[in-house]
C-alpha cells in the first residue's frame, strides 16, 4: 500500500514540474542587479537557483567551521549519558560510590543535571554519607526544588530526625501541593515522629493519587492506623478517634486487632469483641482470631464455643486452633487444648504454638515435657531446628493431616482448593 502512495506521489509531482516548466518557459522573467558601477543581468529562474546554490555554500562553510566544536559538545553529551546509565546501574547493585562519582559526572550536562544530583544524593545518602547528600540536594533543587525537598526529607527520616523532615514538608503538605512521594515521606517522618494525626491526614492524597498501588497503600495505612490506635491515652481519647475514622478504615483488620487489644487494655473487653467479631463476620482474618483469643478470660466459655463453630468453615486454620488451644489453656482443658495446638503445629509451626502447648504441659505438672516445647518455641524464633516431641507422652497419635474442604463459586459450582 506504501509503494502505491509513493508512485502516486511521483506522478504527481512529475506533472506538477511539467506543467510548471512549460508555464515558466512562456516567461522566465528578468532580474537586473546594479551595485556600484557593477551589473548583472539574468532570469528568475536563475537567479533563484543561484541564491540556493549560494545558501548551500554558506551553509556548508558554516558547517565547517562549526564542526570541531560541535564535537567536543557531542562527545561530552554521549560521555555525561553514558556516566548516568551506569551510575544508575551501579545504583541498583549497590555500588554506592561509584554511582555517586559517575552521577556527578553526569550532571555537568545541564538536561541531566537535575536527575543526575538527586541520584548522586540518594547514593551517598545509602552509603551513610548524610552531609555530603544533604550538599548535593542544596544544588539539585536549584534545578528540581520539589523533587530535592522530598529526597532532603527523606534522608532526614533516615538519619533520625523525623521532625525536622515533617516541618520541612507540613507547610507544602498544609497547601495540598505535596507530589505523591512528598505524602508518603510525611505519613512515614510523622509516624517516627508521633504525630500520628498528621499521618492520617496523608493518607487520603495518597490514596487518591494511586502512586503506591492497592498493597503498597494498604501497607502503609494499617501501619498509621495501628500507630494512632494504640497511642490513645485512655477509653475516652480511643472510642474518639474510632468513631472519627471513616468506615472503609474500621474495617482494616490491623486496625480493628489495634482498637481491641487497646480497648482490652483499658477494660473495655466487650466493646472489642464486639468489633472483633463484627470484622470477621465480614471477612476471614487470621490476625483477628488471634486478636479474638487473647481478649483475657471474660466470657471464655462462650467464646470458646463460638470460636469452636468456626472449625467447620476453617478446619485447616493455624491460627484458629492456635486461639481454640489458648482458650482451652485458660479453662484447664488439656486434652482439648493438647489436640487443638498439635494440629495447629502439624499445619503451620510457630513459636506461639509451641509456647502455648509448653503452657499445657506445665499445667499438666510434667517440667520436663513443658521446657522441651518452651525451647522449641526460642528455637523456632531463632530460625533453629525444633526438637520432636517423644511419642509416648502423646498415647494415640492424631491426625494432623489438613482436611479438605469442598469450595464452591458464587454460582454453587464445585472448585479445587487453592
Not at 503452657?359 to 516445647?373: E, K, P, T
Not at 528455637?379 to 526438637?387: F, I, N, S
Request: aromatic content about 6%; hydrophobic content about 45%; proline content about 4%.
Amino acid at each position: 500500500m506504501k509503494l502505491w502512495r509513493w508512485i502516486l506521489l511521483l506522478v504527481i509531482l512529475a506533472a506538477l514540474a511539467a506543467f510548471g516548466w512549460h508555464w515558466v518557459a512562456e516567461d522566465p522573467g528578468y532580474v537586473l542587479v546594479q551595485l556600484r558601477g557593477w551589473q548583472a543581468e539574468t532570469t528568475v529562474v536563475s537567479a533563484i537557483v543561484i541564491l540556493l546554490v549560494a545558501w548551500a555554500v554558506l551553509g556548508a562553510v558554516w558547517f565547517a567551521i562549526r564542526w570541531p566544536f560541535g564535537a567536543l559538545t557531542r562527545r561530552h553529551r554521549r560521555l555525561s549519558r553514558q556516566k548516568m546509565g551506569e551510575g544508575l546501574i551501579a545504583l541498583m547493585e549497590g555500588r554506592h560510590g561509584e554511582a555517586e562519582r559517575d552521577l556527578h559526572r553526569a550532571s555537568r550536562l545541564d538536561t541531566l543535571r537535575g536527575p543526575a544530583l538527586l541520584a548522586a544524593a540518594e547514593a551517598a545518602s545509602r552509603r551513610g554519607e548524610n552531609t555530603r547528600a544533604l550538599a548535593t540536594l542544596d544544588e539539585a533543587g536549584q534545578v528540581a526544588p520539589r523533587a530535592a525537598r522530598v529526597l532532603r526529607a527523606r534522608v532526614l527520616r533516615r538519619e533520625g530526625k523525623p521532625t525536622d523532615a515533617v516541618n520541612l514538608l507540613a507547610s507544602d503538605g498544609d497547601n495540598g501541593n505535596l507530589t505523591p512521594g512528598g505524602w508518603r515521606e510525611l505519613a512515614l517522618a510523622a509516624l517516627a515522629a508521633g504525630d500520628t494525626r498528621r499521618a492520617r491526614l496523608a493518607l487520603e492524597p495518597l490514596q487518591k493519587s494511586g502512586a503506591l498501588g492497592a498493597r503498597g497503600y494498604a501497607a502503609l495505612e494499617a501501619q498509621v492506623l495501628s500507630a494512632s490506635l494504640r497511642g490513645a491515652p485512655d477509653a475516652a481519647a480511643l472510642n474518639a478517634l474510632w468513631s472519627q475514622l471513616p468506615k472503609a478504615q474500621r474495617r482494616v483488620p490491623a486496625a480493628v486487632d489495634a482498637y481491641a487489644r487497646q480497648a482490652a487494655a483499658f477494660g473495655m473487653v466487650l466493646p472489642a469483641m464486639d468489633e472483633v467479631e463484627s470484622a470477621l463476620r465480614r471477612e476471614w482474618s487470621p490476625l483477628l482470631i488471634e486478636t479474638y483469643g487473647s481478649l483475657g478470660a471474660e466470657d471464655i466459655e462462650a467464646r470458646l464455643r463460638r470460636a469452636e463453630s468456626w472449625l467447620d468453615g476453617h478446619p485447616n486454620d493455624a491460627a484458629l486452633l492456635l486461639t481454640l488451644g489458648r482458650m482451652c489453656v485458660r479453662l484447664g482443658l488439656w486434652g482439648k487444648a493438647t489436640q487443638y495446638l498439635e494440629r495447629s503445629l502439624a499445619l503451620t509451626p510457630s513459636s506461639a504454638a509451641w509456647e502455648a502447648l509448653g503452657d499445657v504441659h506445665a499445667g499438666q505438672s510434667d517440667a520436663a515435657l513443658a521446657q522441651r516445647c518452651y525451647r522449641n518455641a526460642l528455637a523456632l524464633a531463632r530460625g533453629e531446628a525444633t526438637e520432636a516431641v517423644p511419642q509416648s507422652t502423646r498415647g494415640m497419635r492424631l491426625d494432623t493431616r489438613p482436611i479438605a474442604v469442598e469450595e464452591r463459586s458464587e454460582h454453587g459450582v464445585p472448585r479445587l482448593p487453592e
